[in-house]
């Protein structure tokens, strides 16, 4: 089973349009496909409930922790055995040992990050936990950022993408802040579900994803030393700060 870990500490990234449509991909691909919903909202579920019958079923699992819990739900115990992909739909503000378990329980992790230069900054920060807390340095685990709810060429971006460089890390694709999503999302639907002259810029958007996830894309190396990341993530926002002229304080 591969499983997708669709997270981001900042609410409002677009996790849960990320997860549908890579749901909606893999189970018209032939692939058993699950959703396990972390985010207390629960908006992949509602995606779900109203997923039209003849489309294919994706399976879908409640995990929205409660303030007493502090682990993972099992997953076994979640979803049917014979899973091929899972995407899981994480909760902003996630961290610590729930933070860990998920990382530990991924073969892949996205991170969707919106335009905004506060979105940015605090995706950047998230990076750095997952390299000194998540432990995805010590894991197998493949991770990619995805621009998303872009409205043009959105040079903001740019300071992320060097900082992405430098770790290593790849900068996978622009998602458009397009209706043809959230018409989509409406139906129960992913674009890939539509009708493919209505929403090919959509299609092509998504397919770097597709491509990484599914081994058609090559990877890069990732770097050697804690300390070299976390130069290059203090790195990164300086370059933030002189680029958006918006400053945050150096940990």
Sequence with gaps: MQTILVINSKGGSGKTTLTTNLASYFVNKGHKTAILDYDPQGSSLQWLKVRPPHQPAIHGANAAPSKKRTHLRSIAMAIPPDTEYLIIDAPAGVEGILLQEMVRKSNFIL?????????????????????????????????????????????????????????????LTKLSDADNYIFAAEQGLGVYEMDEHDISKERDELKPIIDWLTGNEQQPAKPDTDKRNVVYIDTMRLHLSKDNNYSTKSN
Excluded: C, W
């Design 111 to 171: 991170i969707p990050v919106a335009p905004s230069a506060i979105d940015i900054h605090a995706s950047a920060d998230f990076i750095k936990q997952l390299l000194l807390v998540g432990g995805i340095r010590s894991s197998n685990v493949k991770t990619g950022i995805v621009a998303n709810k872009v409205r043009n060429t959105m040079p903001v971006y740019e300071p992320m993408e060097r900082f992405l460089n430098t770790l290593k890390l790849p900068f």
